[in-house]
């Protein structure tokens, strides 16, 4: 976090003046700063004649670089202020041959991407944008139903910080009192059949507000929620330590050991549903996960099973 910032991040009003004395810099400097941390990094500022600069809101930073150890797995966690994309920048260090795992998280995204080439919504210091790389060293059975077992992770660690009725659209939507909370967004980096990496993105809303444009789905947050500012590093560190105990019980069992407690928690389950797939629309009824992973829906009468990453559900009934 810049010294500005951890001036700032009290939420309370600060003088140009006491901020220029404490970063030994002249007032009109301190106004470019504070320019700059709008324009480029999108932090909202209110500059108020006569009393100063104060953060819209109260920001608890992340905590400093560390190594995060499980009983599974261990890696090093980067921290980082600001980046395109968790997601884009596990893609750079593994070009440059940085030894998987490792994990990033950043205060904020520029261009945080979503399933399906949608954009994730990613304002700085509000909520969770984290990304761990693993080597795939078990071949594909590694990768079947990964996705829906991050997911999994992902709602217990919301769960465990008091998140109410949340659970999973399939493949890995997390949805909390039926709007999205989470997203996890996966992906390969190098040859299936070789050497390869996937890269395992999640975003959790922590504690946005307000997205300050338009989100075309549903969307909450734990804050909204809860109506309380969540520090983020306590979640950060709950989201990896069930990542590491769902990786763990993944690679020992495959995805047919977590099958059912993934049905246990689908939102959707026996629910009426459309699937579309770009211009392609399928009606059916949920009836559940095979053990790859992959959507049984059942189809006039018969059970049809459906996987692939540009597909996406909607309830029937969903006006
Ligand atoms: C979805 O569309 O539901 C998936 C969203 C995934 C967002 C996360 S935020 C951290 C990581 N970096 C990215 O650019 N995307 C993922």
Known sequence: MSALMNILQDGRFHSGEEIGALLAISRSAVWKKIK??????????HCVKGRGYKLADRIIALDPPGYFSGEHLSWRVDVLQTLD?????????LAASVPAPFAIVTEQQTAGRGRRGRIWISPFGENLYFTLALRVDQGIRQLEGLSLVVGLAVVNSLKSVG????????PNDVLASGQKIAGILLELAGDVADACHVIIG????????????EIDQKWTSIRQLSGAMIDRNVLLSE???????????????????????WEVNHLWQLRPVILSSGEKKITGT???????????LLVDGIERKFSGGELSLRLQDDS
């Open 239 to 261: 989201l990896q330590r069930q990542i590491d105990g769902y990786l763990g019980r993944h690679s020992a069992g495959g995805f047919s050991a977590l099958q059912a407690e």
């Open 163 to 170: 998140v109410a009725d949340v659970g999973l659209k399939w």
């Open 202 to 213: 999640i975003g959790i809303n922590a504690n946005m507000l307000n997205a300050g444009q």
């Open 36 to 45: 700059r941390l709008k324009a480029e990094r999108g932090v909202n500022i």
């Open 286 to 296: 949920v009836v559940g996960v095979d053990s790859s992973g992959a959507l049984r």
């Open 85 to 93: 994309s968790t997601n884009a920048e596990a893609f750079r260090r």
